[in-house]
C-alpha cells in the first residue's frame, strides 16, 4: 500500500477522504459517480468522488491529527484511525495544498483557533437535507423550510465538514479559497484540477493489495 509519508504532510494541508461505507457511497453518489481530480485517485475506485474534507494538523509533539466537522461536531481524529482505514480498505486519502501551504504564524493562529473553538464548533446536520432537497431532488419550496435564520444551514455557528474548512481558511486568510457558496467535497475537487485556484497534489494513501501477496 501506499506509504505513510507524514513528513512531507504540513499543518493545513487539506484532506480529501473517500470512505467505502454505505454512508461515504450514498455522500458521494448524490453528486455524481465520476470524480474530476480522477488522476490523482490510484486506486481501483478512482472514479467516484471524495465525500468528506478536513484538515491535517501537527502538533508540538509531532502528534498528528485530523481536524474535521462530523456528526458530533469538530473533533481532533488521530491519524492512526485514518491509516488503519486504509490498511483495511475502507478508505482512500488524498492530501492537497493551497499556495504555499500555511507559514509558522499561520499554524500558530490555526492552533489558536483550535485551543480556543474546539468544543463550540457543531456540526451542520440540515446541510445533507439541504444538498438532497435543493439540489439532488430539486425540490426548492421543501427547502424553504429548513432554511431560517437559526442553527442549521448556512448558519455561521454549524459546519458541514466541506464548509468548515472553508470556514477556517477564511478565518486565517480573508478569503474563501474555494469560491463557492456551500462548497462540497466535489468542489474541493474542482478546484485541484483549476489553476486558477492554486491547489496542489501532495500525497494520496490507497489499499494495493498485490503487495502483499506472499
Not at 463550540?120 to 438532497?132: E, Q, T
Amino acid at each position: 500500500m501506499t506509504d505513510f509519508n507524514l513528513s512531507e504532510l504540513q499543518t493545513g494541508d487539506i484532506v480529501l477522504s473517500k470512505n467505502y461505507s454505505w454512508m461515504g457511497w450514498i455522500i458521494a453518489a448524490s453528486f455524481y459517480a465520476d470524480a474530476p481530480a480522477a488522476k490523482y485517485w490510484q486506486d481501483k475506485k478512482k472514479t467516484r468522488c471524495s465525500n468528506h474534507n478536513a484538515i491535517f494538523v501537527r502538533d508540538k509533539h509531532g502528534e498528528c491529527f485530523i481536524l474535521e466537522c462530523i456528526g458530533e461536531g469538530a473533533v481532533m481524529t488521530p491519524i492512526t484511525e485514518y491509516q488503519q482505514d486504509v490498511m483495511n480498505n475502507k478508505a482512500s486519502i488524498m492530501f492537497i495544498r493551497w499556495g504555499g501551504g500555511l507559514s509558522e504564524a499561520e499554524q500558530k493562529y490555526l492552533w489558536q483557533l483550535i485551543d480556543e473553538n474546539l468544543g463550540k464548533w457543531k456540526y451542520d446536520y440540515l446541510s445533507f437535507v439541504h444538498h438532497i432537497f435543493y439540489y439532488t431532488l430539486r425540490f426548492s419550496q421543501l427547502y424553504q423550510l429548513f432554511d431560517s435564520d437559526g442553527p442549521g444551514i448556512n448558519s455561521e455557528r454549524e459546519f458541514y465538514c466541506t464548509e468548515f474548512v472553508q470556514f477556517i481558511y477564511q478565518q486565517i486568510f480573508g478569503i474563501d479559497v474555494f469560491g463557492k457558496v456551500l462548497p462540497a467535497p466535489v468542489t474541493v475537487e474542482k478546484r485541484l484540477m483549476n489553476p486558477d485556484y492554486n491547489f496542489r497534489f501532495i500525497q494520496e494513501w490507497h489499499f494495493q493489495p498485490d503487495k502483499y501477496k506472499k
